[in-house]
C-alpha cells in the first residue's frame, strides 16, 4: 500500500509541479496587469487606530492601507513619548471583480502604552511610485485599569474563567459591558456580552447566556448571531463574538450583575510549533480543526460587579406617564383634516426612539362632548434585533361632533429617563381640521340590511371597532333558530361505517357474480344440475309409486335415482348402468355397496316377478331409499371438497 | 308450506335501515329547554334594541355556548359584539355563523362591514375555497356519501347484470352513472376537507393582541396583530396558542386572545 502510495505521488509530482508553475505564472500574470492599472497617481493611504480608546495594560493597533499599489514600505512611525511602536509586518490583497483589479498593502503596528492619556500620532506620508501620499492625525486615548473603556478588549483585567483560570492564561474569557449607573425597574437595559477567544482556540459550542439570580429578565435578538471581529493585542490575535442583549429588572434592590455561559472548545497544547508566515493564521487553525489539542467544556462568567436598581421615583410623575423609560420623541397626525361633522378623522400617533417599547402605550383620545372616538390599534416597528429601539404608532379613528371643533388636540405623553433621572414630558402639537358643510343625518332611512351590503366608502381612515350607526348592520334575527351541531358528521363513527357498507356490499356482489360466472363455465357443474334434476323427478315417481301402492313403478324409479345418482361418464345413459357397475362405483364403502345391492337388487327381481307389496313395506324401502341417496350426497359432497 | 329462508334478517335490516334514516334525517331534535332558550334570545334581542349591547353580547354568549348555537344566534352575537366595541368576538362569531350558514347575505354583508369598521382587508380565497364555502362541511360530506353509494351501487349492479348483448347498454349506462359517483366523491371530499381545514384558523380578539417569541408572559414581544384578523393555530401550550397570520408572522398568543373558528 505504501509502495504503491508513493509510486503514485512519484507519477503526480511533476504534474503537481507543473500546475503550479503555470499557476504561479497566471498569478504573476494578473499582478502585472495590476502593476499596469495601478498608474501612478491612484495610490491612497489610510490610517487607523483599533480601538480608539483602550485601558493601561492593553494594546492597539496601528493599520496603515495603501489602496492602488502591490507593494510599498511601511511608513515611518515617528516616536511618541510613552507609546511603544512595533511592526507586525505586511499583508497585500488583490481582488479582480468583473475584470477591474483592485490592490492594496495593509501595515500594521502594535501600539503598546506606557502610561494613561491621549496620545496624538501625527499624520503618516510615504513616498508611493514617485507621488507623496499622507494619512489624517490620529490619537489613541489610554485610560486607567479601573476605568471602562468605551469599546475595545480587555481579556487580562475584565474577564475571567469560571474554572479559575488566572485571567491573564485565559485563553476564553467572558466580558459584560452595561452601564455604569444605577437601573431602574422595567427599564430595558441594552447590554452587551463579549467573548474574547485567543488564536488558536477553536469554539464549537456556545451556550446562551445567563444571568445570576431572578432580578433580571433576558431578553435575546431573534436571530441569536454574535457580531464577530477580531483584536490583537500583545501581538496575539484574539476573536471577540459580541451578543447584544437586553435585560430588565424586575425588582428594586442591589443585585449581582453576572452573566454566566459554557463553551465546548479545542485548545491547542502550548508546545505546538509554529511555522512562520501564512500557515500561522488562526483561519488554518479553525480549517483545519483547531491546533490539536483535547476539547473541554469551559465554564465562563463575567467579572463579579453589582447594579443597583431603583424604582421610579414617585415625586414628579407626570400624569400621562404610562411606564416607558427611556428617551423617546412623539409626533401625531390626522388623515383627512378637511371632514364633516360626522366623519371620521384617523389619528396617529407616533413615539420613536429607545427604550421599554413592550411597557410603552400611547395615550389615546377619550370621548366627549366635542369628540367621539374608538379604540386604537398599535403596532411596534422595531430598528434593532432586541427591540429596543424603533417606533410605535396608534391609530384611532376620532370623529367631530360638532362645527365647533378647530383642530385634533394635543397629545401629552411622558416617559422616565434613566440617563437624566427624571421625567420628561412630550406634547405633540395640536393638528387644525377644517369642519366643512352640514352634519350628517342620522343613518338607517333605508333598510338596515341593504346599507349594509352596499355600505363600501363610508369611513376609509376609522379604524378599531365602532358602535356608531355609521356602520349600519343587517338587523338581528328575531327567531332563536335550530341549533347546529358544530362537530363535523365526518367525525361521526357511524358516519365513517356508513360508508363501509357499500363498498362491503360491492365487494361481496363481485364475488357472488364471480362465483356464477365461473360456474357457468364449468360442464362438470351442469352435469351434477342435470344429475340432481333427474333424481328429483325419479324421487319425486317414487314417492307417487308409493302413494298408489305401485310396487314396480316404484322400484323402478328408486333403481332410476340410484342410478342418476351414481353416474360419472357424461357419454353414457345413466339408465343403462348394470347392478354390477353401480356396486363397482360405491365398492370403497361397504355398506353403501350392500344398500345398493339390496335396492337395485329387488328392483331388477320386482321387474321380472311383479311381486306386489304392501304400503307399509313400501314405506320403508322409501326410507331405505332415501337414506342411501343421502349418504350418496354426502359422500360425493366429500369427495368434491377434498378434490378441491 | 315453507317459509322463504331469510324472511325474518331482511325485515330486521330493513327496519334498522328506516330507523337510521329517521334519526339522521331529523330535521329539529326535541329540546326540554326550547321556551328558556326562546325566551332568553329575545330578551337578548331587547337589551340590543334599547342600547345595552353588552348585556345583549353576554346574553347571545351564553346561550352560543350553552349548546343553543344556532346560526341566528351566533348572528346575532356578532351585532351586539361590534356594538359592544368587540370587532374581534364579533368577526370570530360571524365567522362561526358561516361555518353552519354560509351562503346567508346578512352574515356576509355585517361581517364585510366589521372588517371595514376594524380596517381589515377581506381575507383572500381562491375560486376553489369560494368553491367550498358555497355549503356546509356537512353537506360536503353527504355529497360524498351519495357518490360513495350511488359509485358502488352501480358498479355492483354492473357486474350483476349479464354480459349478454341485450344488456351491453344497460352496463354501459350503469358504468356511467358509477363513474359520476365517483368524480362526485372526489369533488365532495376535496371540498369537505377544506372546509375542514377552516377550523383550525382563529381570530385575534379584543384582549392583549401581542405575538411573543415564546410561549411565556414575560417572552419579548415580536409583532402585534389587529383584532379581528384571522391567524392558522398551529398548537397551544400551557396557556398561549401558537398562530400563523396569512402575512406569514408567527408566534405565541394568549389564549383568550384568540377564538377559534369551530
Known amino acids: 500500500m505504501s509502495a504503491r502510495t508513493t509510486a503514485l505521488d512519484a507519477r503526480r509530482l511533476p504534474i503537481v509541479r507543473t500546475a503550479t508553475v503555470l499557476a504561479t505564472a497566471l498569478l504573476a500574470a494578473l499582478l502585472e496587469g495590476t502593476a499596469a492599472h495601478a498608474a501612478p497617481g491612484n495610490a491612497r493611504m489610510h490610517a487607523e487606530v483599533r480601538p480608539s480608546e483602550i485601558q493601561i495594560g492593553q494594546s492597539a493597533r496601528l493599520v496603515v492601507t495603501i489602496s492602488g499599489v502591490q507593494n510599498a514600505p511601511p511608513p515611518r512611525i515617528p516616536a511618541i513619548d510613552g507609546l511603544r511602536v512595533q511592526g507586525l509586518g505586511q499583508t497585500t490583497s488583490v481582488q479582480i471583480v468583473n475584470g477591474t483589479v483592485t490592490a492594496e498593502v495593509t501595515h500594521n503596528f502594535l501600539l503598546e502604552p506606557e502610561r494613561t492619556g491621549t496620545f496624538a500620532i501625527p499624520a503618516l506620508s510615504a513616498q508611493i511610485e514617485g507621488e507623496r501620499v499622507s494619512t489624517s492625525p490620529l490619537s489613541l486615548r489610554v485610560v486607567d485599569a479601573n476605568a471602562v473603556p468605551r469599546n475595545g478588549i480587555a481579556p487580562r483585567s475584565g474577564a475571567r474563567a469560571a474554572d479559575g483560570d488566572a485571567p491573564q492564561e485565559a485563553p476564553i474569557a467572558l466580558r459584560l459591558t452595561a452601564p455604569q449607573r444605577d437601573l431602574y425597574v422595567g427599564e430595558a437595559v441594552p447590554v452587551e456580552l463579549t467573548l474574547v477567544i485567543r488564536e488558536g482556540v477553536r469554539v464549537t459550542e456556545v451556550t446562551a447566556p445567563t444571568f445570576d439570580g431572578t432580578a433580571f429578565t433576558v431578553s435575546r435578538p431573534q436571530d441569536g448571531q454574535p457580531r464577530q471581529t477580531t483584536e490583537v493585542i500583545d501581538g496575539v490575535r484574539w476573536v471577540v463574538a459580541t451578543f447584544p442583549l437586553a435585560i430588565t429588572p424586575v425588582s428594586a434592590g442591589t443585585y449581582p450583575l453576572v452573566a454566566k455561559m459554557e463553551v465546548s472548545a479545542y485548545v491547542p497544547s502550548s508546545g505546538r510549533r509554529r511555522f512562520g508566515g501564512v500557515m500561522d493564521d488562526p483561519l488554518f487553525d479553525s480549517f483545519f480543526g483547531g491546533g490539536g489539542g483535547a476539547q473541554r467544556k469551559v465554564p465562563l462568567a463575567t467579572e463579579a460587579r453589582s447594579a443597583r436598581v431603583l424604582s421610579l421615583p414617585e ?23 378637511r371632514v364633516v361633522v360626522g366623519d371620521p378623522v384617523t389619528l396617529t400617533v407616533k413615539i420613536s426612539g429607545k427604550g421599554n417599547f413592550d411597557r410603552l402605550s400611547i395615550p389615546v ?211 343403462s348402468l348394470t347392478l354390477s357397475e353401480l356396486e363397482a362405483l360405491v365398492a370403497e364403502r361397504t355398506e353403501l355397496r350392500d344398500e345398493v345391492r339390496a335396492i337395485v337388487g329387488r328392483a331388477d327381481a320386482i321387474a321380472y316377478s311383479a311381486e306386489r307389496m304392501a304400503g307399509a313395506d313400501l314405506k320403508g324401502w322409501q326410507q331405505r331409499v332415501t337414506g342411501l341417496l343421502a349418504a350418496l350426497d354426502s359422500t360425493a359432497g366429500r369427495n368434491e371438497r377434498r378434490k378441491a | 308450506m315453507r317459509r322463504p329462508v331469510g324472511h325474518g334478517a331482511t325485515t330486521r335490516l330493513a327496519t334498522g335501515f328506516a330507523l337510521a334514516a329517521l334519526v339522521l334525517v331529523a330535521p329539529e331534535r326535541v329540546r326540554a329547554d326550547e321556551p328558556a332558550r326562546e325566551q332568553s334570545f329575545e330578551s337578548a334581542n331587547a337589551a340590543f334594541a334599547e342600547g345595552r349591547f353588552d348585556d345583549a353580547r353576554a346574553t347571545f354568549a351564553r346561550l352560543a355556548d350553552g349548546g343553543a348555537a344556532s346560526p341566528a344566534v351566533l348572528y346575532n352575537l356578532g351585532n351586539a359584539a361590534f356594538r359592544a366595541g368587540k370587532p374581534g368576538e364579533a368577526i370570530l362569531a360571524y ?73 351491453r347498454s344497460l352496463r354501459s349506462a350503469l358504468a356511467a352513472a358509477g363513474a359520476t359517483g365517483f368524480a362526485i366523491v372526489l369533488v365532495a371530499a376535496a371540498a369537505c376537507a377544506t372546509r375542514l381545514g377552516e377550523r383550525d384558523r382563529g381570530v385575534v380578539l379584543d384582549g392583549d393582541p401581542k405575538l411573543r417569541v415564546a410561549p411565556y408572559a414575560s417572552a419579548s414581544v415580536s409583532s402585534e396583530l389587529l383584532p379581528g384578523e384571522i391567524v392558522r393555530i398551529e398548537r397551544t401550550h400551557e396557556g398561549f396558542t401558537l398562530v400563523r397570520s396569512p402575512g406569514g408572522r408567527s408566534g405565541w398568543i394568549a389564549d383568550g386572545a384568540v377564538g377559534r373558528v369551530r
Open chain 1, 315 to 337: 415625586q414628579g410623575r407626570p400624569a400621562s406617564f404610562t411606564g416607558a423609560i427611556g428617551q423617546f420623541a412623539a409626533e401625531a397626525s390626522a388623515t383627512p383634516t
Open chain 1, 365 to 575: 383620545m377619550e370621548s366627549g362632548a366635542d369628540w367621539k372616538t374608538y379604540p386604537a390599534n398599535s403596532r411596534f416597528e422595531p430598528t434593532d434585533a432586541l427591540g429596543t429601539s424603533g417606533r410605535k404608532i396608534a391609530e384611532q379613528a376620532v370623529v367631530p361632533q360638532n362645527a365647533k371643533v378647530a383642530a385634533v388636540p394635543a397629545r401629552p405623553f411622558s416617559f422616565f429617563d434613566p440617563d437624566q433621572r427624571r421625567y420628561v414630558e412630550l406634547s405633540t402639537q395640536p393638528i387644525a381640521l377644517t369642519i366643512e358643510g352640514a352634519p350628517r343625518g342620522p343613518a338607517g332611512s333605508a333598510p338596515a340590511a341593504a346599507t349594509a351590503r352596499d355600505a363600501t366608502a363610508a369611513g376609509d381612515g376609522a379604524r378599531g371597532d365602532a358602535a356608531d350607526e355609521q356602520w349600519e348592520l343587517a338587523p338581528n334575527q328575531i327567531a332563536p333558530g335550530v341549533p347546529v351541531d358544530t362537530a363535523p358528521v365526518v367525525t361521526r363513527p357511524w358516519f365513517l361505517w356508513l360508508q363501509l357498507l357499500p363498498l362491503l356490499l360491492l365487494a361481496t356482489g363481485t364475488w357472488w357474480a364471480r362465483r356464477r360466472d365461473r360456474l357457468e363455465a364449468d360442464p362438470q357443474h351442469h352435469r351434477r344440475i342435470a344429475a340432481r334434476r333427474r333424481v328429483d323427478e325419479a324421487t319425486a315417481a317414487m314417492q307417487r309409486a308409493a302413494a298408489a301402492g305401485d310396487t314396480t313403478g316404484f322400484f323402478a324409479a328408486a333403481r332410476r335415482a340410484v342410478q342418476a345418482r351414481l353416474a360419472r361418464d357424461p357419454d353414457r345413459e345413466a339408465e
Open chain 2, 95 to 167: 365567522e362561526r355563523a358561516l361555518l353552519a350558514a354560509p351562503r346567508d347575505q346578512d352574515v356576509h354583508a355585517n361581517l364585510r362591514q366589521v372588517r371595514k369598521a376594524a380596517g381589515l382587508d377581506e381575507p383572500e380565497r381562491g375560486p376553489w375555497t369560494r368553491l367550498a364555502q358555497t355549503v356546509t362541511t356537512d353537506a360536503w360530506a353527504w355529497l360524498a356519501s351519495i357518490g360513495v353509494w350511488l359509485g358502488c351501487l352501480a358498479l355492483l349492479a354492473r357486474r350483476v347484470v349479464t354480459a349478454e348483448p341485450a344488456a
